[in-house]
Nanobody, 124 residues
């Protein structure tokens, strides 16, 4: 399974970006998908996650009300709409898929397939 993320870039604080991730390869049916970010000198953190069916979502507190994760099951894709971006959102964003476990995957260790990452830079 390959995950291809896109949509990162440079944006001013208060602006918006939309990240996209498409899964390809062998037929894959997992537990959930998510967006995980890693800022310089910091550990990876799950920003938003969604169950495979799209029925349940998770957001870390710092992005609630600003980010929206969505799932396109037919196209094996997941998206992250990011509004009101803040300098603290600057990071490499990875899309990932979890194939095991129960419930929406909210910690990085739950994910076993990872995309290559896309850089989001928010200027203050």
């Amino acid at each position: 399974v390959q995950l291809q993320a896109s949509g990162g870039g440079l944006v001013q604080a208060g602006g918006s970006l939309r990240l996209s991730c498409v899964a390809s390869g062998r037929t894959f049916s997992g537990v959930g998908m998510g967006w995980i970010r890693q800022a310089p000198g910091k550990e990876r953190e799950v920003v938003a996650a969604i169950t495979w069916s799209g029925g349940t979502t998770y957001y870390r507190d710092s992005v609630k009300g600003r980010f929206t994760i969505s799932r396109d099951i037919a196209n094996n894709a997941v998206y992250l709409q990011m509004n009101s971006l803040q300098f603290e959102d600057t990071a490499v964003y990875y899309c990932a898929a979890a194939s095991k476990g129960i419930g929406v995957p909210i910690i990085p260790q739950r994910y076993d397939y990872w995309g290559q990452g896309t850089l989001v830079t928010v200027s203050s």
